[in-house]
């Protein structure tokens, strides 16, 4: 799709961006100040704002007691400029912190606290995109009287210049110098308003009114906990219900992002307005639209959409109809793009490799992996699928030479021979295939010992594991003699006749297990690898998918990451 708001994206995202902070974005701030401004904020947000330092900033938001979402806004600690106690800044949508201003200050009771209404007192400036950190660092913000707010608004890296009045010719001047670099001045461009938004929809950046309806929406249904929720600072505003759905359950509907793949060159104009039902072909509503754009990353129409619990598991793929036009969309975790470190780019690579691979799109899982492999030589997880998808198409020479990297980065492995036992078997070279074996057994039982050594040391941690394993069969099988359904006794047995080498007894104590606990996701992982051993990959592939539904419902992003990759080692969509 080529557009003048895609042009100015894609030059954003090559470079970067700037923009007054009341134009596109619509921001402003509000002061929070005395004695008592950092407990009391730390009170009635969300975030650990009492861990600030100077100069620090955070996202979080405003909570009704019901968990719904009031606003979501950052907090910014100012530097430290000889003021008896911290201040704050709350930065966040001007047109919002009129109310956010009234409901904070109901609740100030007895505290020492000061809430004023501080975007007249700052021209502002946001700096975003790749070379954003550069750019900053290079001019001497501070000796005008300015601060950078450390803030990201479009997923790239960057912040906010806030100066005082007196200080907006540092801006123009760090305007001018950002232009001669290739920025893009969005303050003098007319597909600005569009442009901006998209990028702000990649970013995962919400918007009250389309992306969420404050007071209503809960903020469990964002997905946005990880970001604005402190986990260990105590009481704030709406928490029990926060907690309570986190530890017990999952919304209706969450909020994820919908990559639009068919039909190609659909216009994102032609996508619903938000609010509107999201309707499969079959006429069956399965959540709502929010905001939709174009995102220059995907280089696809995508939206964010509320879906229920049945249909927003991570890659998969949807069947639409919007006025009679059939789409194809692809369910995708927020954000659509993040900047990032190396590594952190070869995850993001990674995981969609592994979705590809699931979608038996190998040569493009090759691809990204390799992709991967050049910004991270040492992600090992990206070297051993790659190795089993060349193995699995039958690339054994590929797949032998890509183990033999993985051996050089994790040189303790035993799985590493014991793979290049099974490529030399398959190529023919019998003699080598027993020498990779006997180097797994090594390096699982120790190096420098006598094959009888380490024959007799796997003989006595055989036998302390099973008196182990016996002792838990025991207490277990007591547990489930008074309750033949407690679901910790029946995972526990499970284990433990797996360490004792009944499979069959493992899994059917995990199955019960499961039964009476749905929503355990690392119990699938232990089940599905039960089935393995049994010969049953199948249903194991069966188990790693409904737990991959599960993980995703609730966020279990590690039991989440482990099924998919189980799921890739099997070689099942």
Known sequence: MASAATDLCRAARRTGLTVRWDGCPGLGALLVAGPDAGTFLQAQLTSDVLGLGPGDAQPSARLQRNGAVTALAAVYRLPDRGQPFPSYLIIGRASALGSLKADLESFVIAEDVMIEEATAEFTGLAVEGPEAEAMLEGHDLAAEGAVVVPLSLTGDPGGIVLCPPGG????????????????????????????????????????????????????????????????TK??????????????????????????????????????????????????????????????????????????????????????????????????VLLPFHAAASCGEQANRLYDRAVRSFSAGADTSAIALLEQALRLDPHHTEAVEVLGVILGRTGRFHEAIDVFKRLEELAPDEPMVHTNLSLFYMRIGDKDEA????????????????????????????????????????HMFAEVLEVDP???????????????????????????????????????????????????????AAAVYRRGVDVASRKGDLMPLKELEHRLVLLGRS
């Not at 442009?195 to 950046?205: K, M, N, Q, S, V």
């Not at 996508?271 to 072909?281: D, F, I, R, Y």
């Not at 797994?440 to 120790?446: D, H, N």
């Open 168 to 231: 907006a010719g540092a801006l123009e001047a760090l305007k001018k110098a950002a232009a001669a670099k290739g920025f893009v001045d969005l303050d003098a461009e007319e597909s600005a308003p569009q442009a901006w938004d998209w990028l702000r929809i990649e970013g995962g950046t919400l918007l009250a009114g389309p992306d969420f309806e404050p007071g209503k929406t809960l903020l469990p249904q964002t997905g946005l906990e990880q970001q604005v929720v402190s986990w």
């Open 234 to 331: 105590g009481c704030y505003r709406g928490q029990e219900v926060v907690a309570r759905v986190r530890t017990y359950g999952s919304v209706p509907r969450a909020l994820r992002g919908l990559v639009i793949h068919e039909p190609l060159g659909i216009a994102p104009g032609s996508l619903p307005p938000a609010g509107s039902s999201l309707q499969t072909t079959e006429g069956v509503t399965i959540g709502t639209w929010a905001s939709v754009g174009y995102s220059v990353v995907w280089d696809r129409p995508v939206a964010l959409v509320y879906l229920d619990k049945a249909n927003r598991a991570p890659g998969l793929r949807l069947d639409l109809e919007v006025d009679e036009v059939q789409l194809e969309g692809e369910v």
């Open 434 to 473: 027993e020498r990779q074996k006997s180097l797994a057994t090594l390096k699982k039982f120790g190096e420098g010992l006598s094959e009888q050594e380490i024959r007799e040391r796997e003989a006595r941690e055989a036998r302390e594991r099973r008196a182990d394993a016996e002792r838990r069969r």
């Open 485 to 539: 359904e407690d679901p910790l006794a029946l995972m526990g047995m499970g284990n433990a006749m797996l360490d004792l080498e009944d499979l069959a007894a493992a899994e059917e104590y995990l199955g019960r297990a499961l039964e009476v606990q749905k929503d355990n996701s690392p119990l699938y992982v232990s089940r599905g690898k039960v089935l393995e051993r049994l010969g049953r990959p199948d249903e």
